[in-house]
């Protein structure tokens, strides 16, 4: 999902991300990055995924490409399972 997202923006966010989770003390670095997903599905989700109880996904629509009498996009949607402690 990383690299999906990251695409557009190349590695350069990428390298951003993560030098901000270094800056936090290892114990926290899990829940920032629940905190963000949690964020980003607020966010970004649709309105009827948002009213699925319980369940955080988020889709990537890919970029329109042209075929033979018509014109075909992806989407992909990842699942945010909770952590297993």
């Not at 923006?9 to 390298?15: F, H, I, P, T, Y």
């Not at 075909?72 to 699942?79: C, G, M, R, S």
Request: hydrophobic letters at 40%; proline letters at 5%.
């Amino acid at each position: 999902m990383l690299v999906e997202l990251l695409r557009p923006a190349g590695a350069e966010l990428g390298r951003r991300w993560l030098a901000c989770l270094l800056l936090a003390p290892e114990s926290e670095r899990r829940a920032i990055v629940e905190a963000v997903e949690q964020r980003m599905a607020d966010l970004y989700l649709r309105d009827n995924q948002k009213q699925q109880a319980g369940e955080r996904q988020v889709t990537i629509a890919h970029e329109p490409t042209q075929a033979d009498g018509f014109i075909e996009q992806k989407f992909t949607t990842y699942a945010v399972k909770p952590a297993e402690d």
